[in-house]
């Protein structure tokens, strides 16, 4: 099975991505940690240097190969949706998890992290909530479930994933 998360920045993919893996036990890949493998640098310098279309080309790329490979969680990166070959693509791959965040919960989480691009504005939570208005109709087209993540653990996160996971069938039911 591959599982695939989905959501805006700082919503907790790769984190809860993991301990889902950890959970199943499946292999986790992060697609933005596989495309800075690729490119060498960090995504915020290549996004600087060429610009978000050139990222977005790599970032497509490596969707295309991720949705081929084996069983597994992948976490995507918070863009991934914009494109609607990626959206098709995710959907077709397997189920896929939107962790539905508000820019206010995100900005919470993530106000002095540097290393996210698209946050090192003058007003980030503005930023967040243009991201969130942008994106939140793409990440529901796309997602098969939606998790609203507000404050609960990580591990309760993973849990209601898998509950909802086990009561559409996606998984068997755990005794």
């Known amino acids: 099975m591959r599982l695939i998360l989905i959501g805006l920045p700082g919503s907790g993919k790769t984190t809860v991505g993991r301990q889902l893996a950890r959970r199943l036990g499946l292999a986790f890949q992060d697609s933005d940690h596989v495309i800075e493998q690729r490119l060498g640098c960090s995504i915020r310098d290549?996004?600087?240097?060429d610009g978000e279309a050139a990222f977005r080309d790599v970032e497509e790329s490596v969707i295309r190969e991720l949705?081929?490979?084996?069983?597994?969680v992948l976490a995507t990166g918070g863009g991934v949706v914009l494109r609607p070959a990626n959206r098709e693509r995710l959907?077709?791959?397997?189920?896929?998890?939107?962790?539905?965040?508000?820019?206010?919960?995100?900005?919470?989480?993530?106000?002095h992290d540097r290393n996210r691009p698209l946050l090192q504005v003058a007003d980030p939570?503005?930023?967040?909530?243009?991201?969130?208005?942008?994106?939140?109709?793409?990440?529901?087209?796309?997602?098969?479930f939606v998790i609203e993540t507000g404050r609960p653990s990580v591990a309760t996160l993973v849990n209601m994933i898998l509950m909802q996971l086990e009561l559409s069938g996606v998984i068997p039911a755990r005794s």
């Open 46 to 49: 290549y996004f600087a240097r």
């Open 91 to 111: 959907r077709q791959c397997g189920p896929v998890v939107y962790l539905r965040s508000t820019p206010e919960e995100v900005f919470r989480r993530l106000r």
């Open 125 to 144: 939570l503005a930023t967040l909530r243009g991201l969130f208005e942008q994106r939140d109709p793409l990440y529901r087209e796309t997602a098969h």
């Open 67 to 72: 949705s081929q490979g084996a069983d597994g």
